[in-house]
Nanobody
Framework: QVQLVESGGGLVQPGGSLRLSCAAS????????MGWYRQAPGKQRELVAG???????NYADSVKGRFTISRDDAKNTVSLQMNSLKPEDTAVYYC????????????????WGQGTQVTISS
Protein backbone atom coordinates (compact mmCIF):
# COMPACT_ATOMS: atom_id res chain seq x y z
CA GLN A 1 0.00 0.00 0.00
CA VAL A 2 1.19 3.50 -0.90
CA GLN A 3 0.06 6.54 1.07
CA LEU A 4 0.16 10.18 -0.03
CA VAL A 5 0.19 13.07 2.44
CA GLU A 6 -0.40 16.63 1.23
CA SER A 7 0.46 19.95 2.81
CA GLY A 8 0.53 23.65 1.96
CA GLY A 9 -3.11 24.50 1.34
CA GLY A 10 -4.69 27.63 2.73
CA LEU A 11 -6.25 31.03 2.07
CA VAL A 12 -4.47 33.45 -0.26
CA GLN A 13 -5.45 36.78 -1.80
CA PRO A 14 -5.71 37.14 -5.59
CA GLY A 15 -2.28 37.58 -7.13
CA GLY A 16 -0.60 35.75 -4.28
CA SER A 17 1.42 32.54 -4.25
CA LEU A 18 1.15 29.17 -2.59
CA ARG A 19 3.22 25.98 -2.67
CA LEU A 20 1.69 22.54 -2.27
CA SER A 21 3.74 19.48 -1.35
CA CYS A 22 2.97 15.78 -1.38
CA ALA A 23 5.01 12.97 0.14
CA ALA A 24 4.56 9.32 -0.85
CA SER A 25 5.41 6.44 1.45
CA UNK A 26 4.86 2.70 1.73
CA UNK A 27 5.66 -0.19 -0.60
CA UNK A 28 7.23 1.86 -3.37
CA UNK A 29 9.55 0.39 -5.97
CA UNK A 30 9.33 3.26 -8.44
CA UNK A 31 6.94 6.10 -9.23
CA UNK A 32 6.14 6.54 -12.91
CA UNK A 33 3.95 9.62 -12.76
CA MET A 34 2.93 12.16 -10.14
CA GLY A 35 0.39 14.90 -10.51
CA TRP A 36 -2.03 17.36 -9.01
CA TYR A 37 -5.76 17.43 -9.63
CA ARG A 38 -8.38 19.82 -8.35
CA GLN A 39 -12.12 19.80 -7.88
CA ALA A 40 -14.35 22.81 -7.28
CA PRO A 41 -17.91 22.49 -5.94
CA GLY A 42 -20.28 21.32 -8.66
CA LYS A 43 -17.47 20.58 -11.11
CA GLN A 44 -15.57 17.48 -12.20
CA ARG A 45 -12.09 16.73 -10.97
CA GLU A 46 -9.53 17.97 -13.48
CA LEU A 47 -5.82 17.52 -14.02
CA VAL A 48 -3.85 20.61 -13.06
CA ALA A 49 -0.30 19.41 -13.69
CA GLY A 50 1.54 16.13 -14.14
CA UNK A 51 5.14 14.97 -14.33
CA UNK A 52 6.64 11.67 -15.48
CA UNK A 53 9.69 9.81 -14.20
CA UNK A 54 11.54 11.22 -17.20
CA UNK A 55 10.75 14.79 -16.23
CA UNK A 56 8.11 15.48 -18.87
CA UNK A 57 5.44 17.89 -17.63
CA ASN A 58 2.00 18.88 -18.77
CA TYR A 59 -0.36 21.56 -17.51
CA ALA A 60 -3.95 22.55 -17.85
CA ASP A 61 -4.26 25.53 -20.19
CA SER A 62 -5.75 27.59 -17.40
CA VAL A 63 -2.58 27.38 -15.27
CA LYS A 64 0.19 27.47 -17.87
CA GLY A 65 2.72 30.16 -17.07
CA ARG A 66 1.51 30.44 -13.48
CA PHE A 67 1.99 26.99 -11.95
CA THR A 68 5.12 24.83 -11.89
CA ILE A 69 5.27 21.15 -10.94
CA SER A 70 8.44 19.43 -9.74
CA ARG A 71 9.43 16.13 -8.16
CA ASP A 72 12.22 14.81 -5.95
CA ASP A 73 12.65 11.08 -6.56
CA ALA A 74 15.09 10.68 -3.67
CA LYS A 75 12.38 11.87 -1.28
CA ASN A 76 9.35 10.55 -3.20
CA THR A 77 7.78 13.99 -3.20
CA VAL A 78 6.04 16.23 -5.70
CA SER A 79 5.38 19.95 -5.35
CA LEU A 80 3.20 22.50 -7.08
CA GLN A 81 4.29 26.13 -7.03
CA MET A 82 1.28 28.34 -7.70
CA ASN A 83 1.80 31.99 -8.59
CA SER A 84 -0.51 34.79 -9.70
CA LEU A 85 -3.43 32.99 -8.12
CA LYS A 86 -6.96 33.78 -9.24
CA PRO A 87 -10.34 33.24 -7.55
CA GLU A 88 -11.12 30.54 -10.12
CA ASP A 89 -8.19 28.52 -8.75
CA THR A 90 -10.23 27.91 -5.61
CA ALA A 91 -10.73 24.16 -5.20
CA VAL A 92 -9.73 21.07 -3.27
CA TYR A 93 -6.38 19.93 -4.63
CA TYR A 94 -5.48 16.24 -4.71
CA CYS A 95 -2.10 14.59 -5.14
CA UNK A 96 -1.83 11.48 -7.31
CA UNK A 97 0.98 8.98 -7.85
CA UNK A 98 1.20 5.83 -9.96
CA UNK A 99 3.95 3.27 -10.34
CA UNK A 100 5.27 -0.11 -9.24
CA UNK A 101 5.18 -1.24 -5.65
CA UNK A 102 7.86 -3.29 -3.91
CA UNK A 103 5.72 -6.35 -3.16
CA UNK A 104 6.17 -7.76 -6.64
CA UNK A 105 7.70 -6.75 -9.95
CA UNK A 106 4.23 -7.20 -11.42
CA UNK A 107 2.39 -5.10 -8.83
CA UNK A 108 1.34 -1.53 -9.55
CA UNK A 109 -0.33 1.22 -7.55
CA UNK A 110 -2.45 4.28 -8.23
CA UNK A 111 -2.86 6.30 -5.04
CA TRP A 112 -4.56 9.55 -4.07
CA GLY A 113 -4.03 11.98 -1.25
CA GLN A 114 -6.79 13.15 1.06
CA GLY A 115 -7.06 16.56 -0.58
CA THR A 116 -6.17 20.03 0.65
CA GLN A 117 -8.32 23.16 0.37
CA VAL A 118 -6.99 26.12 -1.58
CA THR A 119 -9.06 29.30 -1.37
CA ILE A 120 -8.29 32.48 -3.31
CA SER A 121 -10.28 35.40 -1.98
CA SER A 122 -9.86 39.00 -0.92
Amino acid sequence: QVQLVESGGGLVQPGGSLRLSCAASGSIFSIYTMGWYRQAPGKQRELVAGITNGGTTNYADSVKGRFTISRDDAKNTVSLQMNSLKPEDTAVYYCNAAGRDSRSVFSTFDSWGQGTQVTISS
